[in-house]
């Protein structure tokens, strides 16, 4: 063997890659964050966050949203598609409410508009369900929404949106937010940042003269200094999502009919 076809072949020895190296992460390390350079919040949406319900299309075989193994009742991360047993540990980081305007069902159109004040109401007349509609039979759905980091997925940044019968639930946690006192050194108390506790989130089984849904249960749990681990990261990453969101460089996925929830039509 000539001393040049040597070096061609231990070139192409050097090149080889070890099959077993490919069954960990650490390959990649090198080229972290490769092909995602022009990626920024601007690109993507906040994932929702929600109960499934009957109507849901995770638990429906036949609908391509379907998650093997969900059930009624499951909290469901849309944008991911995975499943979390409750309690799930959510940081709230901002609330916004917004009023959707929704085209019938049978129109197939979804989401028409989002309206970021009340003033569209003074436009609706009640509909036969008794929900705000519009002239062009558009309805309205006051809808609160929480965005935060879903710390059982690592603080992932996500949203929930609480409309119709869940909207006292959206008033009961806000009230428990602005309770919260902290003291002063001074003997003077302030109220802290929403993003100062974190809320235990379930599900419960809830029904009216309409019919059956799960809804949500919201739960003081600790304050963020108290987790165990780092949790300067998740403060770091409260702020970094609030300012983003008030910058208007992220938003939530509302790409779905809220009705879909099975509660917001009752």
């Not at 070139?11 to 069954?23: C, H, Q, R, V, W």
């Not at 919040?41 to 319900?53: A, E, G, M, N, Y």
């Not at 002239?135 to 603080?155: C, K």
């Not at 809830?206 to 998740?234: A, F, M, P, V």
Request: net charge negative; aromatic share 8%.
């Amino acid at each position: 063997m000539t001393k040049n076809k040597e070096v061609a072949v231990q070139a192409k020895t050097t090149n080889i890659i070890d099959p077993k190296s490919l069954a960990s992460d650490s390959v990649f390390e090198a080229m972290a964050g490769e092909g995602l350079e022009n990626v920024t919040t601007r690109d993507l949406i906040v994932p929702r966050l929600t109960i499934l319900q009957a109507l849901s299309p995770q638990v429906q075989p036949k609908k391509p949203e379907y998650i093997h193994g969900a059930k009624v009742g499951d909290i469901c991360d849309v944008g991911t598609q995975e499943i979390f047993e409750g309690p799930l540990q959510f940081l709230p980081v901002h609330y916004v409410k917004q009023y959707l305007e929704w085209a019938p069902r049978s129109s197939g159109k979804g989401l028409v508009k989002i309206h970021e004040d009340a003033s569209i109401l003074d436009r609706c007349k009640p509909d036969e369900k008794n929900r705000p509609t519009t002239p062009d039979g558009n309805y309205i759905a006051e809808t609160a929404q929480f965005f935060g980091l879903n710390l059982q997925a690592g603080g992932r940044r996500c949203f929930l949106p609480m409309a119709s019968t869940q909207l006292k639930k959206a008033r009961r946690w806000l009230t428990l937010a602005t309770s919260e006192k902290v003291a002063r050194e001074n003997g003077s108390s302030f109220t802290p940042p929403l993003f100062y506790r974190v809320y235990n989130l379930s599900a419960v089984d809830e029904s009216n003269s309409e019919g059956d849904w799960t809804g949500w249960k919201i739960e003081r749990s600790d304050r963020l200094q108290d987790l165990e681990g780092n949790w300067r990261e998740y403060y770091d990453e409260a702020i970094s999502f609030r300012d983003s969101l008030k910058r208007g460089e992220a938003r939530g996925d509302i790409s779905v009919d809220e009705e879909v929830s099975g509660e917001a039509s009752m």
